[in-house]
């Protein structure tokens, strides 16, 4: 399953392209342009799956780092800074990762 199956391939360029230049990347409007609170649950799902590379249930720091790299593979890294932002944005339960059952995370899955 490719992320483009779920996600418009123009959604995810605009959303790429806003957060080019490092530590321009905020995963509250990144989530909000590629228009991830018009999918349903299960779309939802499958994302994070995507984003989920080793499967285990949460996306951890690693995983974070290389985020924009599942919507394209020419997209940059994230910066410490930026990873730190999203954990603390998508961390509600508090063990340093962002998992599916993350209650009231502002990242949601
Ligand atoms: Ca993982
Ligand atoms: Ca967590």
Redo the contacts with the bound molecule.
């Keep these: 399953m490719a992320i483009t199956d779920i996600l418009s391939a123009k959604d995810i360029e605009s959303a790429l392209s806003s957060c080019q230049a490092d530590g321009s990347f905020n995963c509250k409007s990144f989530f909000s342009m590629i228009g991830l609170s018009s999918k349903t649950p299960d779309q939802i799902k499958k994302i994070f799956g995507i984003l989920?590379?080793?499967?285990?249930?949460?996306?951890?720091e690693?995983?974070l780092q290389l985020f924009l790299k599942n919507f394209s593979s020419s997209a940059r890294a994230l910066t410490p800074a930026e990873i730190k932002d999203f954990i603390a944005a998508g961390d509600r339960d508090g063990d340093g990762?962002i998992g599916v059952d993350d209650k009231n995370s502002l990242v949601k899955f």
């Design positions: 989920d590379q080793d499967n285990n249930g949460f996306i951890e690693e995983e990762k």
